[in-house]
T-cell receptor
Framework: KQEVTQIPAALSVPEGENLVLNCSFT??????LQWFRQDPGKGLTSLLL?????REQTSGRLNASLDKSSGRSTLYIAASQPGDSATYLC??????????FGTGTSLTVIP | KAGVTQTPRYLIKTRGQQVTLSCSPI?????VSWYQQTPGQGLQFLFEYFSETQRNKGNFPGRFSGRQFSNSRSEMNVSTLELGDSALYLCASSLTSGFSSDTQYFGPGTRLTVL
């Protein structure tokens, strides 16, 4: 069974700092990996999707990398802002549309 | 283009009752997936429907069921509610079911409280 782990569980940084969130998964036979953010009491917002054949994706201040062989992905956030405060989740997709979600990293950016 | 909508947003039920949740996907999307989110277990996959057929199913008891209509709208039903069913139920839609480039788009969720 696929297990997805995210480290750290919580992170607090001053505004402007660059940071890295980690995601690891046990089964490397994935179709893709998607990073989401979730604001309190809300649904999930898709940030980046990396297909299994890709190594990284970028969107604005966000960069996500994927290393299938080692079962790892990282989400890099440059020049963090208070508006980035949220819970960040990674999800790996196996067959069909079945996703396995990580435990999440709760990020607080202090003004 | 309108996003994924879920109704109702909040629901309070008592043990033993049943409940039906609704999800309308983004226009043109044919796949709808359901997830349960709890503080203890995180986000867990319930099932996926594509073209009115259940494609995948997570590890949940038979009390959890769903269906999809010809317009791709989906409903999820939970019978004989238990206290542990209290959770945020999220639905997600995507264009297809099986392409690695497909992004899942989530709705705001239905918060179910079982008393």
């Amino acid at each position: 069974k696929q297990e997805v782990t995210q480290i750290p569980a919580a992170l607090s940084v001053p505004e402007g700092e660059n940071l890295v969130l980690n995601c690891s998964f046990t089964d490397s036979a994935i179709y893709n990996l998607q990073w989401f953010r979730q604001d309190p009491g809300k649904g999930l917002t898709s940030l980046l999707l990396i297909q299994s054949s890709q190594r990284e994706q970028t969107s604005g201040r966000l960069n996500a990398s994927l290393d299938k062989s080692s079962g790892r992905s990282t989400l890099y956030i440059a020049a963090s802002q208070p508006g980035d405060s949220a819970t960040y989740l990674c999800a790996v997709r196996l067959t069909g549309n079945q996703f396995y979600f990580g435990t999440g990293t709760s990020l607080t950016v202090i003004p | 283009k309108a996003g994924v909508t879920q109704t109702p947003r909040y629901l309070i039920k008592t043990r033993g009752q049943q409940v039906t949740l609704s999800c309308s996907p983004i226009s043109g999307h044919r796949s709808v997936s359901w997830y349960q989110q709890t503080p203890g277990q995180g986000l867990q996959f319930l099932f996926e429907y594509f073209s009115e057929t259940q494609r995948n199913k997570g590890n949940f008891p038979g009390r959890f069921s769903g269906r999809q209509f010809s317009n791709s709208r989906s409903e999820m039903n939970v019978s004989t509610l238990e206290l542990g069913d209290s959770a945020l139920y999220l639905c997600a839609s995507s264009l297809t079911s099986g392409f690695s480039s497909d992004t899942q788009y989530f709705g705001p969720g239905t918060r179910l409280t079982v008393l």
